[in-house]
């Protein structure tokens, strides 16, 4: 099986902070660090959620946050992502 990561620029529809990221095609879920958030000045909800891996699964919380964008690393490809979840 063929898994794709890319650095991408992410950036707020609120605001003109960005910062830099790595995606993959691996998730379900779009997960975002704290740092990233914490870059990117913004705010979102908090909920708890349930989160499965591989070694199990729990019952965590984090910001759940609407309008991030991502940006290809050349600049070509711009894209909405879907509402991201807070994941230490």
Known sequence: MW??????EV???????HAYAI???Q??????????IDKLNIKGDRKTYTLSLCSGTSTVSGHRIKGLCVKS???TVTFNLPEVIECD
């Open 11 to 17: 950036f707020s529809d609120a605001n003109q902070d």
């Open 3 to 8: 898994e794709s990561i890319s650095l991408v």
């Open 27 to 36: 998730s379900n879920r779009s997960p975002v660090s704290p740092n990233l």
């Open 73 to 75: 690393y050349d600049q």
């Open 23 to 25: 995606i993959d095609d």
